[in-house]
């Protein structure tokens, strides 16, 4: 807690009546009573101005990480009374010193909107790992908020309608607090080009992990992925953000394996069109489904149970295209954002009726990729085997991140 500030302070006049008082009675006096008059004025001072005055001054601002916690979860000081009196000091006391605090944390509040300025500012001298926290706690993000809001745009009428979100994390402030930031680092980063991670870094001085979180809500809201279908309810906002991350890094004109692109043009959340066109030739697959098949259970007997092997036998076809069927339409910009959609209905929802472990369909997946690229026909095309591996190096963690078992 920082020191508390009283003033009892009693007054006969006021400091500015008596400099006039003492003004005036300088011009009105002749000159050789001036100094007389003078000294009169200045005992006068002593004797009418004797205030009790307790004060504390500082340099720095003085920031308690458990008051400013509160705070960035909306919770008043009255709200908090439970948590002040733990304390074991004076209930008034404790209330005036976190409300204190309220009104210090309101004014920072403008610059945290712009962090930069928290080292340009003379009124809130921070230490700079004091600056980190600040910055961090208030750009915190609920998994629980977050996962509401991505499916929504990000309009005035949304931030209206996010009382139900309230309800289930306790505080409208704190869910109004994320879903501003989020559209504020999304409108600032949103026409920038490059890593979105390292722009929301340089321009909100977050630390590299909430960064990440960041630019996977600025990837699914720019592709404008359907994230609210009923059958979707049960992913949570990692699911999500797990993927968004994995085509952010592969199947972006920023991934390394994308064509060779101007520095200025590069931006991990733009699809490689060209990547997702060349998506369509995974059609040839389907006339070798036969051979792919056999291919992924002479590698995966002995590393799954028999029973999960004699699953794979009569069910290939169904997981083979569903899986090879998504990557086909994603070059439709409609299919493209069913991603998730298509993902559970095709794939996840039968690996759900079949009973996989998550293990046992982590193998299976990477056995089934591994065989795709040894087929004859990828031999002869290479084009065709690099985009399949780049197809299914992120689709097949996304996949398995999906499944819930």
């Known amino acids: 807690m920082s020191s508390v500030l009283t003033k009892k302070t009693k007054w006969k006049r006021t400091y500015e009546a008596i400099l006039r008082s003492q003004e005036e009675e300088e011009v009105s006096r002749p000159a050789g009573q001036a100094a007389a008059g003078s000294a009169v004025t200045q005992q006068a001072q002593q004797d009418t101005m004797i205030p009790e005055v307790d004060i ?3 340099n720095y601002t003085i920031i308690d990480p458990e008051v400013f916690e509160l705070w960035v979860q909306g919770y008043s000081v009255l709200q908090q ?22 009104r210090a944390y309101g004014m920072l509040e403008k610059l945290l909107l712009t962090p930069p300025k928290l080292g340009e500012e003379w009124t809130f001298q921070l230490e700079p790992a004091v600056q980190r926290l600040v910055v961090e706690k208030f750009y915190e993000l609920d998994d629980i908020v977050i996962r509401e809001i991505i499916g929504k745009k990000l309009s005035g009428r949304t931030r209206k309608d996010l009382d ?12 109004l607090r994320q879903f501003d930031n989020v559209k504020r680092i999304f409108k600032h980063v949103d026409e920038m080009t490059g890593s979105v991670v390292a722009n ?9 992990n909430l960064a990440k979180k960041y630019a996977s809500i600025v990837f699914i809201i720019n592709n404008r992925f359907e994230t609210s279908k009923r059958k979707l309810n049960y992913l949570t906002f990692e699911d999500f953000s797990v993927c968004a991350s994995l085509m952010m890094s592969s199947w972006t004109t920023a991934s390394p394996l994308a064509p060779p692109l101007a520095p200025d043009t590069r931006d991990d959340t733009d699809f490689d069109r060209d990547f997702l066109i060349e998506l369509r030739d995974f059609k040839l697959l389907l006339d070798r489904e036969k051979e792919h098949r056999n291919v992924t ?3 995966l007997r002995g590393k799954i149970p028999d029973r999960m092997c004699s699953e794979v036998e009569s069910n290939f076809k169904t997981y083979s295209r569903g899986i090879i069927n998504i990557g086909c339409s994603l070059n439709n910009s409609r299919d493209l ?6 993902a559970v209905e095709r794939v996840v929802e039968p690996c759900r009726q079949a009973r996989w472990r998550s293990p046992e369909l ?3 997946l990477r056995v089934y990729a591994e065989a795709g690229s040894a087929l004859d026909i990828m031999t002869s095309d290479r084009t065709l085997r690099t985009t399949w591996e780049r197809y299914m190096t992120t689709m097949r963690v996304c996949l398995a ?5």
């Open 401 to 405: 991140q999906l499944y819930h078992s």
């Open 337 to 342: 954002r069913d991603f998730f959609v298509d």
């Open 56 to 58: 504390f001054v500082g």
């Open 81 to 102: 009374r439970g948590e002040l009196e733990a304390w074991g000091g004076a209930q008034e006391l404790l209330a005036s010193d976190t409300a204190d605090h309220y």
């Open 164 to 175: 139900d979100v309230a309800e289930k994390t306790g505080s409208v402030a704190a869910v």
């Open 200 to 208: 929301i870094q340089t321009a909100f001085l977050l630390p590299l």
């Open 297 to 299: 259970l002479s590698h």
């Open 362 to 364: 982590e193998i299976f």
